[in-house]
């Protein structure tokens, strides 16, 4: 089986490009399954229909979140009924949406988890503890395990890939709009990158006009983040697995521009 796992879609340029390369790695790469963090999709930030739409639109089969889900307050009008798109699960008990999915392909069951760091993040609940209640809640009712572990220290995502080492079949960061180049496989099999970049304007500082970003460095003075445009980079993994376990996984970092 072959799953690719996309980086943060950021604003309209960031959508635009999910949908027209997507499509074509999935046929070039022979891809069977996309998840795709898209909490940055509308405007920067959150979800709107319209943005989630797109993302199913452009091959999306699941879509994770991050710190920015709720950004957008009509999302609390979809997301307990998107049965495939995930949020944060270690928020508090009682919050809105879906903290993991289990996603059906052919005859395997991919379950999909999303955590949020604590380090530098909002404060919620212990992301390596959620995840152990997850497992146990799942176990042998899937065949693979992949969780997206949206957090901000590169400490932490190491920390996470570590402790579910063996036990997750794919572990990758997300959050940074950065692209990590240590893709590899743990000692207990899993595969891992540390943040899988964005999907986003290029000429940009992670995905912001680049100009605001620089008056609020220079001056410490508050600045409207406006996203950029133009064309955007497109950043992913990769990952070939075998459902059984049968098979070492490999990965392989992918980072395009729109005009490649």
Not at 49 to 75: M, Q
Not at 86 to 95: D, H, I
Request: glycine share 10%; aromatic share 8%.
């Amino acid at each position: 089986m072959r799953i690719m796992l996309v980086g943060d879609v950021v604003g309209r340029a960031g959508r635009r490009a999910f949908r027209t390369i997507t499509p074509r790695l999935r046929t070039e790469r022979g891809i069977d399954v996309v998840i795709v963090n898209g909490e940055n999709s509308a405007g920067g930030k959150g979800y709107t229909r319209k943005a989630l739409d797109e993302l199913y639109a452009g091959g999306a089969d699941v879509v994770t979140s991050g710190n920015h889900v709720w950004d957008k307050k009509e999302v609390f009008d979809f997301v307990d009924d998107e049965p495939f798109l995930v949020r944060p699960a270690n928020y508090p008990e009682g919050t809105p949406g879906h903290g993991y999915c289990i996603f059906p392909f052919r005859t395997a069951h991919i379950a999909v988890m999303n955590l949020s760091g604590r380090s530098f993040m909002p404060a919620l609940d212990c992301p390596f503890q959620k995840a152990d209640e997850i497992l146990a809640e799942i176990m042998g009712k899937v065949d693979l395990v992949v969780l997206d572990f949206h957090a901000e220290t590169t400490s932490e995502k190491l920390a996470m890939g570590y402790y579910l080492d063996g036990r997750a079949s794919i572990v990758v960061g997300t959050h940074t709009h950065v692209q990590t180049a240590d893709e590899r496989i743990l000692p207990g099999g899993t595969a891992y990158i540390t943040d899988l970049g964005m999907v986003g304007p290029y000429d940009s500082i992670l995905g912001v006009r680049k100009d605001a970003v620089i008056q609020k460095f220079r001056t410490g003075m508050p600045a409207r983040f406006d996203m950029a445009e133009g064309a955007a980079e497109y950043a992913a993994v990769i990952v070939d697995i075998d459902p059984s376990g049968g098979r070492t996984p490999q990965i392989e970092r992918v980072l395009l521009r729109e005009q490649d």
